[in-house]
């Protein structure tokens, strides 16, 4: 594998392991508001919009670039 794509793959290996730790985080954070929720404090937190899977257009890119194209 060439460089570059090592660096595709380190990379993409970084965001899935913070995505998990977003995913911790954020299930603490809702307990947190639920907890708050009891003490009759609300907090208002803006909506996490949906973006383009990055991880998933870099694991495309990785895989055309390795697994050998067959003529047919």
Known sequence: MNE???????????????????????ARLNMFDSIQLLLRTSLNYPNQGMSEDLCWKIDQHINDETIPKTEG
């Open 4 to 26: 570059s794509l090592s660096l595709l793959q380190q990379a993409n290996n970084e965001i899935k392991s913070l995505r998990r730790q977003n995913e911790l985080m954020s």
